[in-house]
Antibody
Framework: EVQLVESGGGLVQPGGSLRLSCAAS????????MHWVRQAPGKGLVWVSR????????AYADSVKGRFTISRDNAKNTLYLQMNSLRAEDMAVHYC????????????WGQGTMVTVSS | SYELTQPLSVSVALGQTASITCGGN??????VHWYQQKPGQAPVLVIY???NRPSGIPERFSGSNSGNTATLTISRAQAGDEADYYC?????????FGGGTSLTVL
């Protein structure tokens, strides 16, 4: 079964840090571009970041550039998102998702992990 | 930055055809993907590369893209099609989603 399972979400104070993980199984992880997409409560989907097959290329939304870092470990079939300097507006369900290549649709999604930023 | 515009809501009678639009500047030159999201669930890809259906998506779902508008069409709408629908494109290595459309089946 194709599966993505996120973990690492939780409650953090403004200015704090969290590291999200996304464990992949049931498909060849190293052939997929991987992404983080988030959704604030009651709001729409927002793309956050992406990383290519081997981790040599990354991209970020302007809203997280300089604060978030995406990475992957193909030997462990795991995607990561290091989130620093967290703000109230970062509060959302964070999904990991996969695409077969550049310009493709997200055809694999995790169930999401909630990040709550509050004092 | 590139923007995609969707209607907030669309209603359709049971068994009829629903059309959900996604507007963007010269969107016809881009590749559009569509997602369905039901409450409490992760999104599901229903149309990729403008017109293609992933395995398991009913033939009732179809897509088109031309000029400044892409359209998701749902034929013979069923109660189970009630959901939020999002269009999405790639613009300069950045993912862009529309604001989402809530589909109600009456």
């Amino acid at each position: 079964e194709v599966q993505l399972v996120e973990s690492g979400g939780g409650l953090v104070q403004p200015g704090g840090s969290l590291r999200l993980s996304c464990a992949a199984s049931g498909f060849t992880f190293s052939t997929y571009w991987m992404h983080w997409v988030r959704q604030a409560p009651g709001k729409g989907l927002v793309w956050v970041s992406r990383i290519n097959y081997d981790g040599s290329s990354t991209a970020y939304a302007d809203s997280v550039k300089g604060r978030f870092t995406i990475s992957r470990d193909n030997a462990k079939n795991t995607l990561y998102l290091q989130m620093n300097s967290l703000r109230a507006e970062d509060m959302a369900v964070h999904y990991c998702a996969g695409t077969r290549g550049y310009n493709d649709g997200f055809d694999i999604w995790g169930q999401g992990t909630m990040v709550t930023v509050s004092s | 930055s590139y923007e995609l515009t969707q209607p907030l809501s669309v209603s359709v009678a049971l068994g009829q055809t629903a059309s959900i639009t996604c507007g963007g500047n010269n969107i016809g030159s881009k590749t559009v993907h569509w997602y369905q999201q039901k409450p409490g669930q992760a999104p599901v890809l229903v149309i990729y590369r403008d017109v293609n259906r992933p395995s398991g998506i009913p033939e009732r779902f179809s897509g088109s893209n031309s000029g400044n508008t892409a359209t998701l069409t749902i034929s013979r709408a069923q109660a189970g099609d009630e959901a939020d629908y999002y269009c999405q494109v790639w613009d300069s290595s950045t993912g862009v989603f529309g604001g989402g459309t809530s589909l109600t089946v009456l």
